[in-house]
Every structure is written in C-alpha cells, then in structure tokens.
C-alpha cells in the first residue's frame, strides 16, 4: 500500500506527523509539507519527502498508484482549492488525483467554528466521496493524555483505511 500524508497549516502538524510515525513499515510513505508547516519537522523519519512546489513528484500522477492519502490538519484554504479543483501546489495536485482514481482521500479540517462557506466545501467533497474527518475524539475511549487522544484520532483514520492499529480503546 502507499500512502500519502500531507500537512497543512501550522497548527496540528504534529497529528499528521504522529500519524505518519505510526503507520506501519510494510507501507509505502510519502510525506508533504506545506511551507507553513516545514518549521515543524524536528527529526528524520523513513519517508520520501516531497516539495510542496514540485507537481512533478512521481505521486502526482494517477499513474504512480498511491493508494490513499491524509491531509492532517487540512486548512480551510487548501480544502477551498480542493474543493474548487484547484491544482496549484503538490498538496492539492495530489488530492486532485485522489479524487479522480476514486482513491480514499481524509481530509482533517482543523478550524473551528466552521463556517457556512467551509461547511459547503465539506460538503461539496463528500459528495464527491472524500472522507471529511476532523479531529475529533469520543469519550468512550476514555483518553487520559494527549497522547492518547491523538492515538485515538490517527486509529479512527487508519480505520477508514483499512490499516489494522491497537491505537485506540474500541467501543466494548
């Protein structure tokens, strides 16, 4: 399987960092930031980093065969661009693609309250079929840190991918 996780946005980055780290090895990583987001990544990881201005990377093409993607935190601008077919950056090229090889494709708003025009972008892409998956915990799970809600948040996503995890308490 291959992956594609995209920061965008400062705030939040280091869900889409944690959820980068806890996919497991026997997937294929991508990894993108946005330059908002650059400042943010402290320490090496096994990934193939990509410039967010590059629309040449090889997970720009529908060809290459990425399997999903997460956008984790997702700003209201770059799901605008989404939203409107806007191709511009890497980010948004590649949720493009997504989009048309009918490919899962999370997007994690991270603004809140969202307004009228946001909620009509969400909804705009659900019906295309993007997942809209804001983080959001439950409290069944009974989270005590941080940690453990982001855990629970990054297992919700790999859930909707199919990615087996012990991420998070489940429902008994």
């Not at 892409?125 to 959001?136: Q, R």
């Not at 840190?145 to 008994?172: A, C, H, P, S, V």
Request: glycine share 6%; aromatic share 6%; charged share 20%.
């Amino acid at each position: 399987m291959k992956i594609v996780i995209a920061t965008s946005g400062a705030s939040g980055v280091n869900l889409g960092l944690k959820a980068l780290k806890s996919l497991p090895d026997t997937i294929e990583k991508h990894f993108i930031m946005t330059k908002n987001s650059e400042m943010v990544l402290a320490k090496e990881m096994n990934l193939t980093v990509h410039d967010n201005e590059d629309i040449s990377a090889s997970i720009a093409s529908g060809s290459y065969g990425t399997d999903a993607m997460i956008i984790a935190p997702c700003s209201m601008n770059t799901l605008a661009k989404i939203a409107c077919g806007i191709s511009d950056n890497l980010v948004t090229r590649c949720a493009s693609v997504m989009i048309k090889e009918h490919k899962k494709l999370i997007l994690a708003p991270r603004e809140m309250p969202f307004s009228a025009i946001a909620l009509e972008n969400m909804q705009k892409l659900a019906t295309l079929g993007v997942i809209i998956a804001p983080p959001v915990m439950a409290y069944y799970s009974k989270q005590q840190t941080l940690d453990d809600m982001e855990n629970f948040i990054i297992g919700k996503w790999f859930d909707l991918l199919g990615i087996q995890n012990n991420l998070y308490k489940r429902w008994e």
